[in-house]
C-alpha cells in the first residue's frame, strides 16, 4: 500500500472510531527504547530514546487528529535516576533539545493551542532541566485546547506522598480542619489536580504492570498493554487501544457513577458528623438539620477551595521564578 493510499485508510479508520466514545485523555508509559536500541544493535541505549521522543511527537498527532485533548506521557521516572549517569545525562541533554524545538514550532503550538504541564518533582532535576522545563510550561500556559501533562522526576506513590504532606501542614497551619480530608481533595492535592482521570492508559514494550504511574488517577481508566516496543508502536496499535476502550466505556463509566456516589455518601455523612460533633449532643429538628449540614459543607468546600488554589499558586510562582513568562 503506498503512502495516499495508507492516509486514505487511516483517515476512514479515525472517521469509524470517532463515531464511537473518543477518550478524552489518554496516558502513556512509553516503554521499550532501550530494548528497541538494543535490538537495533544501536551500540548505546540513547538513540533509542531519540527515537522515543520522535514517537512521542507522532502520536500526539493522531491524538489531536482523533479528538483526544489530553495526554499524560510517563517521560522519566525518579527510579530513573539510578541509571547509568551517561544515559541520565543524556535524557536530561534531549529533554532540553525537544523543549528547544517546542519553543521554536510557536505556529504548531498556535494552531494546535496546546498547553504543556510538567508534573513531578521537578526540584528533583538539575537547574538548567528545570530553566528549560520552565519555559516551556509558561510559553504555553494561556493555551486551552488541548493538553500535554509530562510526567518528569514522577512517581505515584511520591506523588501521593507529597499530596499528603501538603493537607497535613494544611491542617498544621489551621487551613484545614482534619475532617475536610478526603478522596476529592486528595485527588485535587495530586500533580494531575487539574486533570480528569485518564479514560485509557496505555503502556508498551509487553509488560503488563504500571511502574508506579497514575496509580491513584487510573482506578477506573481502562488498561491496554501492547507488546510493541515504542519506537514501533504505529497509528494502528493506537487505534486498536481506542477500539478496546470503546468496548469497555459503559461498564468504566458504570464504575465511576458508583465510585462517585459512594464518595458523595461518605461526604455526606462525615459532614453530619462534623454538625452533631459540634453540637455536643444538641440534636435540632430534621429540617434544621440538614439546613447545618449544608451550610457546614460550603463552608468545607470554601477551605478546601481555598487550599487548593494556594497550592497551584505556589507551583505557578516557582515555575515563574526559574523563568519569568514574557
Request: glycine share 4%.
Amino acid at each position: 500500500m503506498d503512502d495516499n493510499s495508507s492516509n486514505w485508510f487511516r483517515s476512514v479508520c479515525c472517521r469509524i472510531l470517532q463515531t464511537g466514545v473518543v477518550p478524552k485523555h489518554v496516558a502513556i508509559i512509553m516503554d521499550g527504547n532501550r530494548r528497541f536500541a538494543k535490538k537495533m544493535h544501536y551500540g548505546k541505549a540513547f538513540q533509542g530514546h531519540v527515537l522515543g521522543f520522535e514517537k512521542l511527537k507522532e502520536t500526539l498527532q493522531w491524538c489531536l487528529d482523533l479528538g483526544v485533548t489530553e495526554v499524560t506521557v510517563y517521560a522519566f521516572s525518579i527510579e530513573n535516576f539510578k541509571r547509568s549517569k551517561e544515559e541520565v545525562d543524556g535524557l536530561m541533554e534531549l529533554t532540553k533539545k525537544k523543549i528547544a524545538y517546542l519553543l521554536e514550532e510557536s505556529d504548531v503550538i498556535a494552531k494546535h493551542q496546546v498547553r504543556v504541564r510538567a508534573l513531578g518533582d521537578l526540584r528533583r532535576l538539575p537547574d538548567d532541566v528545570m530553566q528549560f522545563i520552565a519555559k516551556g510550561v509558561n510559553y504555553t500556559k494561556h493555551n486551552t485546547r488541548a493538553y500535554l501533562n509530562v510526567c518528569y522526576a514522577y512517581t505515584s506513590r511520591h506523588e501521593m506522598t507529597e499530596a499528603i504532606k501538603e493537607m497535613a501542614m494544611g491542617a498544621q497551619d489551621g487551613l484545614l480542619y482534619p475532617s475536610d480530608i478526603s478522596e476529592d481533595l486528595i485527588e485535587q492535592c495530586l500533580y494531575t489536580g487539574d486533570s480528569p482521570p485518564p479514560d485509557l492508559v496505555v503502556r508498551t514494550s509487553g509488560e503488563v504492570r504500571l511502574s508506579d504511574f497514575l496509580l491513584w488517577q487510573s482506578t477506573y481508566s481502562h488498561l491496554c498493554f501492547q507488546d510493541v516496543l515504542w519506537p514501533e508502536f504505529s497509528v494502528w496499535h493506537f487505534f486498536s487501544a481506542v477500539l478496546s476502550y470503546q468496548q469497555s466505556y459503559a461498564s468504566i463509566q458504570q464504575a465511576r457513577q458508583e465510585d462517585r456516589e459512594r464518595r458523595d455518601k461518605h461526604q455526606y455523612e462525615s459532614d453530619l458528623r462534623s454538625v452533631l460533633e459540634q453540637r455536643q449532643g444538641d440534636v435540632p429538628d430534621a429540617s434544621l438539620l440538614e439546613q447545618m449540614v449544608k451550610e457546614h459543607a460550603e463552608r468545607r468546600r470554601e477551605r478546601q477551595r481555598t487550599f487548593v488554589e494556594r497550592i497551584r499558586t505556589s507551583h505557578a510562582q516557582f515555575l515563574e521564578q526559574l523563568c519569568p513568562a514574557n
